[in-house]
């Protein structure tokens, strides 16, 4: 079963606008990672995340994580056309990572 | 460099044909993964190698074997192909384990009818 679950699955914003997106998973992890994809391409690795660290920043990028709720959320800002992807977030734990079904976001010019 | 490198990137075979998916890195990763991905969801793992000469299954393992045939590459095998994988498959490798970002292949794009 996936271990994370990400709300919304399908976003539309305006570009300048900030995304937000929203993961909650099942059971203990040691970190937390996002990734994004394109269509067609493989995944890209985007920020992670410790399971002792509750907020973490890398560019247009920030990402809460709460262990008491078992959720985390990423945020961009100032979204681009080119952020137009579908992102997942991922738990960490036994030696490998279990992703969620993803949020499609699409960023409108 | 490479990176994570998937042959081949589409394959079309019909039911009960058997044939191999190779994977290569080439960052001296010690930990592979081969993971599928249907239409609308996440990826699900299939079978992973935490370091050369260990294998182990995932969340679904059925109609697949693997080898981590040295440090560089891990093939996936599906020995008698069914229409329900068909998928896309994704091959990765991370320094160790959960502990670090995981680099993807391309992926390859499989088609059983």
């Known amino acids: 079963s996936q271990q994370g679950e990400e709300d919304p699955q399908a976003l539309s914003i305006q570009e300048g606008e900030n995304a937000t997106m929203n993961c909650s998973y099942k059971t203990s992890i040691n970190n937390l990672q996002w990734y994004r994809q394109n269509s067609g391409r493989g995944l890209v690795h985007l920020i992670l995340?410790?399971?002792?660290?509750r907020e973490k920043h890398s560019g247009r990028l920030r990402v809460t994580l709460d262990t008491s709720k078992k959720s985390s959320s990423l945020l961009i800002t100032a979204s681009r056309a080119a952020d137009t992807a579908s992102y997942f977030c991922?738990?960490?734990?036994?030696?490998?990572?279990?992703f969620g079904s993803g949020t499609q976001l699409t960023v409108l010019p | 460099n490479a990176g994570v490198t998937q042959t081949p990137k589409f394959q079309v075979l019909k039911t009960g044909q058997s044939m191999t998916l190779q994977c290569a890195q080439d960052?001296?990763?010690?930990?592979m993964y081969w993971y599928r991905q249907d239409p609308g969801m996440g990826l699900r793992l299939i079978y992973y190698?935490?370091?050369?000469?260990?294998?182990d299954k995932g969340e679904v393992p059925n109609g697949y074997n693997v080898s981590r045939l040295n440090k560089r590459e891990f093939s996936l095998r599906l020995e008698s192909a069914a229409p329900s994988q068909t998928s896309v498959y994704f091959c990765a490798s991370t320094e160790r384990g959960e502990y670090y970002e995981q680099y993807f292949g391309p992926g390859t794009r499989l088609t059983v009818t």
């Open positions: 991922a738990g960490g734990s036994a030696r490998q990572l279990t």
């Open positions: 995340i410790r399971s002792n660290e």
């Open positions: 960052m001296n990763h010690n930990s």
């Open positions: 190698s935490a370091s050369e000469g260990t294998t």
